[in-house]
T-cell receptor, first 115, second 113 residues
Framework: ETGVTQSPTHLIKTRGQQVTLRCSSQ?????VSWYQQALGQGPQFIFQ???????GRGNFPPRFSGLQFPNYSSELNVNALELDDSALYLC??????????????FGQGTRLTVV | AQSVTQLDSHVSVSEGTPVLLRCNYS??????LFWYVQHPNKGLQLLLK??????LVKGINGFEAEFKKSETSFHLTKPSAHMSDAAEYFC???????????FGAGTTVTVRA
């Protein structure tokens, strides 16, 4: 086990609804990244948070947003859900040093189904 | 920008035989390279990583990978497959100071008894 926990494990939502996914990072880590893994594909980077601010973003629309809290846990929010948002959402934590990042540890993911 | 190409979408081997998973990368910098494994209904587990030290990298569960800059490759091998190796494997690249991991499309490994 990596020490990164995500909740819930599974979720079913209706198109147009909003969803919040949660992640607790590994102890000592200060950076959280979120990835979307569609069925049969590799994970795609959504964004990263460092010190409670967005530190980089992939090619995802603004309806994907996030938060990082002082204890380094994080939320991923998705508004106006679309059928294509159905995927496994993975959270990864790492430690940002002065020169780079340590390796990322992943949670088990949240399986989101939009109907 | 960095990217990864996994040359095989599916590899099937017999238990006890070698496993080879092929990966080519593209990066503007001296990259960090990783192999992750994903078992069904599980998260991603790091198998090994290359970060500009020795070109032959040993990982967990008997896996190893060799970084070849001239060929821009980072192939993963294991001398003898075990049934528990059946999973999805991802080759991943990142630039040293980048926040983003770029994943390949994955290789599904099936192990026959």
């Amino acid at each position: 086990e990596t020490g990164v926990t995500q909740s819930p494990t599974h979720l079913i939502k209706t198109r147009g609804q909003q969803v919040t996914l949660r992640c607790s990072s590994q102890s000592g880590h200060n950076t959280v990244s979120w990835y979307q893994q569609a069925l049969g594909q590799g994970p795609q980077f959504i964004f990263q948070y460092y010190r409670e601010e967005e530190n980089g973003r992939g090619n995802f629309p603004p309806r994907f947003s996030g938060l990082q809290f002082p204890n380094y846990s994080s939320e991923l929010n998705v508004n106006a859900l679309e059928l294509d948002d159905s995927a496994l959402y993975l959270c990864a934590s790492s430690y940002r040093t002065g020169t780079g990042y340590t390796e990322a540890f992943f949670g088990q993911g949240t399986r989101l189904t939009v109907v | 920008a960095q990217s990864v190409t996994q040359l095989d979408s599916h590899v099937s081997v017999s238990e006890g035989t070698p496993v080879l998973l092929r990966c080519n990368y593209s990066s503007s910098y001296s990259p960090s390279l990783f192999w992750y494994v994903q078992h069904p209904n599980k998260g991603l587990q790091l198998l090994l990583k290359y970060t500009s030290a020795a070109t032959l990298v040993k990982g967990i569960n008997g896996f190893e990978a060799e970084f070849k800059k001239s060929e821009t490759s980072f192939h993963l091998t294991k001398p003898s497959a075990h049934m528990s190796d059946a999973a999805e494997y991802f080759c991943v690249v990142s630039d040293p100071n980048d926040y983003k991991l770029s994943f390949g499309a994955g290789t599904t490994v099936t192990v026959r008894a």
